[in-house]
């Protein structure tokens, strides 16, 4: 059984805000090495469902397995401590901070001296610069520079960096090729398939299904708050799915599954 | 040699040390005889001093991209406090009792703005007032002082008292700002202040506790505010109720001429402490040049705006010539 068990699994989510319903009796699992697309138009509750995941927000009803143990409490710090890393457009790097500090933020390693923790800034720069390398970001770059100075797909390269040198088995990308170039793009997306070969869970969130379709092993949509879709890639095409988008979940499944 | 000159004009406090420098040749050069006294220079840096408490804790308040508008109440209500309670508790007790207050007002502003949501800005003009009326309350507008046995006491010498001609002020502010400037750059407590400061959002997500972040930069500002009060008691062992009135706006000006922005994230306290000066030796000097003492607050102001421009300046100066 335990094999075949989800490493994760949403049962029934409802999140209320006030008196707005984001997400609708939503039930989905995934497993490790599996590269699913989370898609949806905007509105659709995507960012919605991963943020209960990465402990931003708890849902009003229904239950969250990870690695088959209930989750009672919701906080970014036990997402953090289950593996669970998120990477997001704009949010994950402070520009005030340089890219070591920012590399090692919340888990800061530190050195004693008379007894005190100082940060370990030696260790810091050394791990930061060899991610700066690995990942491709410009050679004039150095781990003292500031974040401010970085490209967007600097900045992705640097979070999925961020997450693969802490052991994660949980990558959330939202919409991490947005305002990239071409290039860019490409390489986040190969980064993505690699993390996936290495055998961790990465769900690709984006509303543009030609992004992800090509990449993933399964598509799972969302519109109005619920799961209207959840098919594996191979099994439908990208004009299918937009087609299901289009017409807001309306039109069957039956024709497109297998 | 460039990248050092390069790195050292990046600094956030580098307008500030270079104003300082200026004002202090510029003064030296003015007026010789009356700048470079020994007594001018001890009553300036004894004055920086006290302010300079303030502008540090403010400083880390405005890099967690928060504001304080009761250090002055906080400053004086624990003043207050230290000298009032001395008669029954002692010094020492006095003393440990005062500090208690001030964490426990920075405490009660950290508690109201995080647990309420609210805006630091709206909740600490509130306990600006509210801590300023205890004074009226306590004292009832009452002028408290020390006793002769009091003044000579161990404690009170050694916050009031000189050390080699050194007011013991001067010397607490040059230790805090070693602590606070070692804090804020290589702990991870200063590594989540910039953080939060910055993007709090970012700072989240990796697992930073922005509340508790943000409520330690309340405390450690009211904790120097009080500290400073008790300082300044120390010397001059007398209470009025208008005691640190206006205080926590200098303290403002002082942390942003020493590279605060408004918007956090960046700041230095050593800025913030050179600002207190810059702001100190100026009100100082006009007034021994004979500028009309009534006039002072207005200088202040005028020495905000100059100093930021100055700093704005000069940081598009550099910039450009480094390019």
């Known amino acids: 059984m335990s094999d075949t068990r989800p490493l994760i699994e949403m049962k029934n989510i409802d999140l209320i805000f006030g008196t707005f319903q984001a997400l609708k009796d939503v039930s989905v699992s995934f497993d490790s090495g599996e590269l699913v697309g989370l898609v949806g138009d905007n509105g659709a509750g995507k960012t919605t469902l991963i943020r209960i995941l990465c402990g931003m927000h708890a849902p009003t009803n229904g239950e969250v397995y990870f690695d088959g143990q209930k989750i009672n409490r919701f906080n970014p710090r036990l997402a953090i401590d289950l593996g669970i890393e998120t990477i997001q457009q704009a949010v994950g790097l402070c520009n005030n901070l340089s890219i070591a500090r920012n590399f090692y933020l919340g888990r800061e390693p530190v050195k004693r001296r008379f007894g005190l923790p100082f940060l370990d800034f030696e260790k810091m720069r050394k791990k930061s610069e060899s991610v700066i390398r690995e990942f491709g970001l410009r050679e004039n770059v150095s781990a003292d520079d500031e974040v401010e100075i ?20 949980v990558i959330i990308m939202d919409e991490p090729t947005n305002h990239l170039s071409v290039r860019e793009r490409e390489h ?5 398939v690699q993390l996936k070969e290495q055998g ?59 | 040699m460039r990248g050092a000159i390069k790195r050292f004009s990046k600094r956030q406090d580098f307008g500030a ?87 426990l007002l920075g405490g009660i502003n950290a508690f109201i703005i995080m647990r309420g949501n609210l805006p630091s800005m709206i909740v600490t003009l509130s306990t600006l007032f509210a801590y300023r009326g205890i004074i009226y309350v306590w004292t009832g507008g009452t002028i408290k002082s020390f006793s002769e046995a009091a003044r000579a006491h ?40 910039l953080a939060v400061g910055g993007d709090a959002e970012s700072a989240l997500s990796h697992g930073v506790n922005v509340v508790r972040t943000k409520s330690k930069a ?71 040049l004979g500028a009309p003492s009534a006039w002072f607050i207005t200088f202040v102001g005028i020495v905000l705006i100059v100093a930021v421009l100055f700093n704005q300046a000069l940081s598009r100066w550099l910039l450009r010539s480094s390019a």
Not at chain 1, 150 to 169: C, P, T, Y
Not at chain 2, 17 to 44: E, K, M, Q, R, Y
Not at chain 2, 83 to 88: D, H, K, M, P, Q
Not at chain 2, 257 to 276: D, K, N, P
């Open chain 1, 188 to 192: 986040v997306n190969r980064l993505a």
């Open chain 2, 17 to 103: 040390i270079a104003s300082a420098g200026i004002i202090f040749i510029v003064f030296s050069v003015i007026d010789p005889s009356g700048w470079l006294s020994l007594s001018t220079l001890a009553n300036v840096s004894h004055f920086s001093a006290i302010l300079g408490f303030l502008a540090m804790g403010e400083a880390l308040v405005l890099i967690s991209k928060e504001i304080d508008l009761s250090l002055g109440s906080i400053y004086g209500l624990v003043g207050v406090a230290f000298i009032t309670l001395a008669e029954s508790l002692g010094i020492v007790g006095a003393f440990f009792a005062a500090m208690v207050l001030a964490l």
């Open chain 1, 150 to 169: 970085l490209s967007g797909g600097e900045r992705q390269s640097i979070k999925i960096g961020h997450a693969v040198e802490f052991k994660n088995r």
């Open chain 2, 218 to 288: 309340y405390l450690l500002a009211a904790g120097l505010a009080g500290l400073s009060g008790i300082i300044t008691l120390c010397d001059k062992p007398q209470t009025h109720v208008t005691l640190g009135t206006l205080m926590e706006l200098e303290a403002i000006a002082s942390a942003v001429i020493g590279g605060c922005i408004l918007t956090g994230g960046r700041g230095s306290v050593i800025g913030a402490l050179i600002g207190a000066f810059i702001i100190t030796s100026v009100r100082y000097e006009l007034i021994a």
């Open chain 1, 200 to 258: 961790l869970l990465v769900i690709y969130i984006t509303h543009a299904i030609n992004q992800v379709h090509g990449i993933s092993d399964r598509i799972v949509i969302l519109e109005n708050g619920e799961k209207i879709t959840d098919i594996k890639s191979r099994d439908c095409t990208a004009e299918e799915l937009i087609n299901i988008i289009r017409h807001g979940g309306r039109v069957g499944l039956a024709e497109n599954r297998g």
């Open chain 2, 154 to 193: 161990w404690l009170t010498r050694l916050f009031g008292g000189e050390f080699f001609g050194i007011e013991n002020a001067v010397v607490w502010a040059v230790l805090l700002l070693f602590i606070l400037n070692t804090i804020l750059q290589r702990t991870r407590t200063g590594n989540h202040l």
